[in-house]
């Protein structure tokens, strides 16, 4: 069983920047793809970004050149900072974990790749 610890986020104004982190209890097999989701009110959760064990990762057209996630292998923690926000990027952002195939599959965006799901941590962008 694969524990992910989101921390970040907050309140930002527009045009502002912030990080989030995801810390996993573990590095396995199940932690092989790593996401970043968000849920914004009254909206289903929507993949935001995706990194493989081998450093690839995959954006959604909505947060390309603003957001870059990165991996620390040693501590077994991923990171997405967030440039450039727009209100449109408020939401609650969870991480999830899976094994390769939810990376290298072509789709990445998938929930159900993926079975292991952070808290979430909120992150308001105000204009």
């Known amino acids: 069983q694969v524990q992910l610890v989101e921390s970040g986020g907050g309140s930002v104004q527009a045009g502002g920047s912030t990080r989030l982190s995801c810390a996993a209890s573990?590095?396995?097999?199940?932690?092989?793809?790593m996401a970043w989701f968000r849920q914004a009110a009254g909206k289903e959760r929507v993949g935001v970004v995706a990194?493989?064990?081998?450093?690839?990762?995959w954006y959604a057209d909505s947060v390309k050149g603003r957001f870059t996630i990165s991996q620390d292998n040693a501590k077994n923690t991923v990171y997405l900072q967030m440039n450039s926000l727009k209100p449109e990027d408020t939401a609650t952002y969870y991480c999830?974990?899976?094994?390769?195939?939810?990376?290298?599959?072509?789709?990445?965006?998938?929930?159900?790749?993926?079975?292991?799901w952070g808290q979430g941590t909120q992150v308001t962008v105000s204009s």
């Open positions: 999830a974990a899976g094994q390769w195939y939810a990376c290298y599959s072509g789709s990445w965006f998938l929930r159900d790749d993926y079975h292991f």
């Open positions: 573990a590095y396995t097999t199940d932690t092989a793809c």
């Open positions: 990194i493989g064990s081998g450093g690839s990762a």
